[in-house]
């Protein structure tokens, strides 16, 4: 079992594991970084650090939508706010028995719910490649 | 001398002595790898080098004859308990040397000169005190116990009252308060809609304005320093090296107000001795020598900083002999002169002088440089000269910059890339390019949004437009509005966004908004590729992205691969083993490259390649063969079966991936 975030988009839900998880906060005001590729959504400041968001919808090929909140995760030195609806609460997901999808370490049916299990540091690593 | 340089060599000489004597303690015990004993002379090197700067001789002394013990322990990369003793009591006298009392160094010096003659006493005990034997009890520094053989302090501290802080403790505080200014500013922003609001009100808020930007500039004070508070004792230092090696050196110090990051200052001043070290021992030649080969007796060694973007350049040249032909040859092979210079151990001086050491100079110089997130670079040239640059990050530096407003979004440029700013006036256009007419020349002009590739509306007539020079070239670029300048702090834009060119990080702005801040060099280069760019689309609307098959049985690295190559454009299908890519090849018949893991279960890499190669009309087909072995025998195999390209996942970086492809899907 592996302590996660679950967090909401649209009507899909991930868990992403507390141990890669800083904070959650509100997606402040983004600012654009011409170049940064399709997977970057801006740049915004949280406790006077800059912080690039992640459109988390179009790396998972979720409905894609404008967020409110971010979950803050990191991954050794990279940092990046996961641009979410909601991080709705902490649960203990069982490990997902097969690999599933891109960018996740499989997906699990958890009270009811089916839920993907994010690979942070893969999800990252998406990131990086896309940038420019 | 300065009160201030000796503070903080003491600061430094203690901790380095803490480090010195938990490693040599670690010793005795049989533990310590070689890296912890290159670590211990290295400390020893450096306090002997900012002991004698400072006109500590007889810590000099003792840092020299501890080195010398650790000399032959470094070639080994293993300390043996044996010569631990007499160490420790080198270290105890220095850290006792420090606050003030010089008792113990002669005896120390004695029982390591014992240990190179070879008749050292089994356990040499007399110079070791009790404090050494509990490494984490922090000595009391201003009360040091006086052995009972030590004459009466010689030199005794005046202690200045200093406070040894973490850096990160000083950037929560820069941190809290960028956001406490910035709470005040929304304060007022909210009080200032209330038309009903007091007067008295009015002036606390603008009094507390003052106050956080008063606390911001204590706090970055705290940061921040020029180069000159650590280079005050290097004329010194210059004249006693130049004395012992009967050279003639004038010292020119250039620059010495570019401030720098006060963590990254600590160490420069050391450096520079290391660097001033070498310059004269190894560079200036003998005053007949210079004379004989028509160069002035007395030669000249400056020192000059600068910054540059985000980094300060810090840089040590003198006008002596330079490194050999044969030695710029070899650096030419060995990737780089400052890789050849430092490997450990070498040196350019035939003799090992008392001065200069065995080529550890540079060794420490780059260690400490790159530990700091930095660089160093050397040039020289055969008989004229040497210079060695240290590129020193600037993670906190302030820079003025000017603030640009294009599309509604604000950016930053370094005032001191800026030559100018005028109205874009007179303009020309020509092979579908456009200039800007300046003084009787023309300077190739830009958009702003079109650098950046963001839609904009189009500019108004007459908009600022900023000369920018970078390199020796100029370039024009206009904007819709200029915000003014202003001093900010520059922020990174952390590793992941890193990679994206063209920015030399952000800043954030009193509003609570951001600014990214844009290179200069980024824009001289974009003018180029911006005229060239409107070209590539143009033929882009004929012909369709060429299609790339990327074959690997790993998820992630099939992922990785496809992200890379469609952000660069191409359009892109999978398969995860040699078979899959077989039938896919067939499906998808207008595939222009493969690109193909060796190992996969099923059918490997090799094998498909021989049998596209058997294929006919796929003779031809790129294929590029990723793997994670860059072994000989593979790469032979590879080339028999006919593969274009080769990249190795160790060394596996997105542009030669895009290189590698881009070349051979051109070549078709």
Avoid at chain 2, 215 to 220: E, H, R
Avoid at chain 2, 297 to 323: M, S, Y
């Amino acid at each position: 079992m592996t302590d996660c975030v679950r967090v909401a988009l649209g009507d899909e839900r991930y868990g992403v594991a507390v141990a890669h998880v800083r904070e959650v906060a509100e997606q402040g005001e983004l600012v654009t970084v011409p170049g940064a590729g399709p997977h970057i959504a801006g740049l915004c400041h949280l406790h006077g650090e800059l912080l690039p968001v992640v459109r988390l919808d179009r790396l998972l090929g979720a409905p894609t939508g404008p967020r409110r909140r971010i979950v803050v995760v990191e991954d050794g030195a990279r940092r990046a706010g996961l641009a979410v609806d909601a991080a709705e609460e902490v649960e203990a997901l069982p490990e997902p028995d097969a690999p599933g999808e891109p960018l996740t370490r499989g997906s699990v049916l958890h009270e009811g719910r089916l839920i993907g299990v994010l690979d942070v540091p893969a999800l990252l690593d998406a990131v990086t490649a896309s940038v420019t | 001398m300065d009160e201030r340089l000796l503070e903080i060599f003491r600061e430094e000489a203690l901790e380095r002595v803490d480090r010195m004597t938990a490693v040599l303690l670690a010793a005795e015990q049989g533990t310590g790898d070689a890296a912890a004993v290159a670590e211990l002379f290295r400390d020893a090197h450096s306090i002997k080098g900012s002991a004698s700067m400072l006109g500590h001789d007889e810590v000099g002394a003792l840092a020299g004859a501890m080195e010398e013990v650790l000399a032959p322990a470094r070639e080994r990369g293993a300390l043996g308990p044996a010569a631990v003793p007499a160490l420790l009591g080198g270290v105890d006298a220095i850290r006792a040397a420090v606050t003030g009392d010089l008792g113990a160094i002669e005896p120390a010096v004695a029982a390591l000169r014992d240990l190179l003659t070879g008749d050292a006493p089994p356990v040499p005990t007399r110079a070791r005190r009790p404090a050494s034997s509990a490494p984490t009890a922090v000595p009391a520094r201003t009360a040091a116990p006086t052995p009972a053989t030590a004459p009466a302090p010689a030199r005794p501290a005046t202690p200045q009252r200093m406070l040894r802080v973490r850096a990160e403790s000083v950037d929560e505080l820069l941190a809290a308060v960028g956001e406490t200014a910035l709470h005040e500013r929304r304060f007022e922003h909210l009080a200032g809609r209330d038309r009903t609001v007091d007067e008295a009100l009015h002036q606390e808020l603008e009094r507390g304005e003052t106050l956080v930007g008063d606390l911001q500039d204590a706090v970055l004070g705290l940061r921040t320093l020029p180069l000159e508070t650590v280079v005050g004792g290097l004329p010194r230092a210059v004249r006693d090296i130049a004395t012992e090696t009967e050279r003639e050196v004038r010292l020119q110090l250039e620059g010495t107000d570019t401030p720098l990051d006060r963590s990254i200052l600590d160490g420069i001043g050391e450096l520079l001795v290391h660097l001033l070290r070498n310059a004269v021992s190894h560079g200036i030649e003998p005053p007949d020598e210079r004379e004989a080969l028509g160069k002035p007796r007395r030669g000249t060694i400056r020192i000059h900083a600068e910054q540059r973007g985000d980094l300060v350049a810090v840089t040590c040249a003198d006008d002596g002999r330079g490194v050999s032909p044969e030695l710029l040859e070899r650096a030419r092979e060995h990737g780089s002169l400052a890789d050849l210079l430092a490997a450990p151990g070498f040196s350019t001086a035939d003799a090992v002088s008392d001065l200069a050491g065995r080529g550890v100079g540079l060794d420490a110089v780059k260690h400490h440089v790159e530990g700091l997130g930095g660089s160093l670079e050397v040039t020289s040239e055969p008989g004229a000269g040497t210079g060695v640059t240290m590129l020193l990050p600037l993670t906190l530096a302030i820079v003025t910059v000017l603030l640009v407003e294009r599309a509604g979004q604000p950016f930053g440029l370094p005032l001191s890339g800026i030559e100018r700013a005028v109205r874009g006036e007179r303009m020309h256009d020509l092979h579908g390019r456009r200039s800007l007419e300046l003084d009787g020349t023309t300077v190739p002009l830009i958009d702003l949004a079109d650098v950046l590739g963001t839609e904009a509306p189009a500019l108004e007539a007459g908009a600022p437009v900023l000369i920018i020079a970078s390199g020796g070239r100029r370039v024009a670029v206009a904007c819709d509005r200029l915000l003014g300048d202003r001093e900010t702090v520059v922020k990174s834009l952390g590793p992941l966004l890193a990679p994206v060119p063209g920015y030399l990080g952000a800043t954030i702005l009193g509003d609570g908004g951001i600014a990214l801040l844009l290179d200069p060099a980024h824009l001289v280069r974009a003018a180029d590729t911006v005229a060239a760019g409107r070209e590539r689309s143009a033929a882009a609307v004929s012909r369709p992205a060429p299609k790339v098959l990327v074959v690997d049985d790993q998820f992630t690295v099939r992922e990785l691969e496809r992200t890379i190559l469609e952000a660069a454009g191409y359009r892109v299908c999978t398969a995860e083993d040699g078979l899959a890519a077989l039938t896919a090849l067939d499906r998808e018949v207008d595939v222009e490259c493969v690109v193909s893991d060796v190992e996969m279960p099923g059918m490997g890499g090799l094998e498909l390649l021989e049998a596209i190669r058997g294929q006919a009309g796929r003779s031809t087909l790129p294929v590029v063969i990723v793997t994670s072995r860059d072994d000989a025998q593979m790469l032979a195999k590879g080339a028999d079966a006919g593969a274009d390209a080769w990249v190795v996942k160790s060394q596996f970086d997105q542009q030669a991936l895009l290189d590698t492809v881009g070349r051979l899907i051109s070549l078709q």
